[in-house]
């Protein structure tokens, strides 16, 4: 694929004229990573934004005791690094391939020049950065509210979703890289996921995942909010099936100290 017909599938760059594209494919370069590169890192100078056309990109924070929070998982046409090159600052993260990829990298200046002559590339922009802001938004309610099930049962919906809907889906990342998404351990999401195929909500065909009960699967993703107007009406709130999920106390008990 040449890198215009790639940039016309974009969406970021969705409804563009021609020779609008032209001129963006004129700007762009193309990088290639080993599995394991350094893209870039936490408070370097934001001097563009990447869009992968190949392979996947990690993105994560690091704490001072050196634990890895991974914040996305960027692939195919998804655009990244992109909110710092607008502020004019560092990027806010680190960023690393996680196989072979290909990316195409844009210059900071002269994007954001080409955005000040074409209403409909900085209107687009905006979208992708209030996507952005939501996912956030969704990622620290996901942390800071929801017990292992619900991070689970979101994400499934969220791949789902992606997928406009499949029933079929894939997991295409290792469980160890899941659970760190979830902000958990491998064993846990093991556990949680036979759970969930054993009472039917899923059905398990190696790293593809059947949604079978997707009402269930939604009520798991809520369950923090039940439990967040006392146990007892989370509790009567949820189906049978649901409900004992979060009467395991491995998974509930700091919502058991909050409670009682």
Not at 16 to 38: C, K, M, N, T
Not at 141 to 153: D, F, H, I, M, N
Not at 199 to 212: Q, T, V
Request: aromatic share 8%; hydrophobic share 45%.
């Amino acid at each position: 694929m040449d890198i215009l017909s790639f940039l016309a599938n974009v969406p970021l760059f969705k409804g563009l004229p021609a020779d609008q594209l032209g001129r963006i494919a004129g700007i762009a370069v193309a990088r290639d990573y080993r599995r394991g590169e350094i893209v870039f890192s936490d408070f370097d100078a934001a001097n563009g934004f990447y869009v992968p056309m190949r392979g996947r990109i990690k993105i994560f924070k690091l704490s001072a005791e050196g634990k890895e929070q991974v914040l996305h998982i960027m692939g195919f046409q998804e655009p990244f690094g992109e909110a710092a090159v607008f502020s004019g600052g560092r990027f806010p993260a680190h960023a690393q391939a996680l196989e072979e990829s290909l990316l195409i990298f844009f210059p900071a200046s002269a994007f954001v020049d080409l955005t000040r002559h074409d209403p409909t590339l900085a209107m687009n922009m905006l979208a992708l950065l209030s996507r952005r802001l939501k996912e956030f938004a969704g990622l620290v309610e996901q942390l800071s509210l929801k017990e292992v099930p619900g991070r689970l049962a979101s994400y499934l919906i969220y791949v789902s979703d992606r997928a406009e809907g499949a029933a079929l889906i894939e997991l295409d990342i290792p469980k160890t890289l899941l659970a760190n998404v979830l902000g958990t351990i491998p064993e846990t999401v093991s556990r949680v996921l036979g759970k969930m195929a054993s009472e039917g909500i899923i059905e398990m065909e190696g790293r593809r995942i059947r949604l079978l009960e997707r009402k269930k699967l939604e009520e798991l993703s809520q369950g923090a909010r039940f439990y967040d107007e006392g146990r007892a009406a989370a509790v009567s709130g949820l189906s049978p099936d649901v409900r004992g999920y979060y009467d395991d106390k491995t998974e509930i008990h700091t919502m058991h100290r909050k409670v009682r």
